[in-house]
């Protein structure tokens, strides 16, 4: 259905920081910012998926080049 853009290091980046702004979301519940850590969602879910529509629109591919 995509085209996957993303590499395994950006894949696992990606992860990790939307983990710990989730993880910063549910970890300070009465901060008025906590809000804002709910973008954490969208490196987490494209980096589970493995395509990122704004690498797709600038033509940019963090994966490696398979030879064969």
């Not at 710990?20 to 879910?45: K, S």
């Amino acid at each position: 259905m995509f085209k996957i853009n993303e590499g395994r290091t950006d894949r696992i980046l990606r992860v990790v920081v939307g983990i710990a702004m989730l993880a910063a979301f549910f970890a300070f519940p009465d901060a008025g910012w906590r809000w804002f850590m709910l973008i954490g969602l969208v490196p987490l879910l494209t980096g589970i998926v493995g395509t990122c529509p704004i690498y797709t629109l600038l033509g940019i591919n963090t994966c490696p080049v398979r030879r064969s």
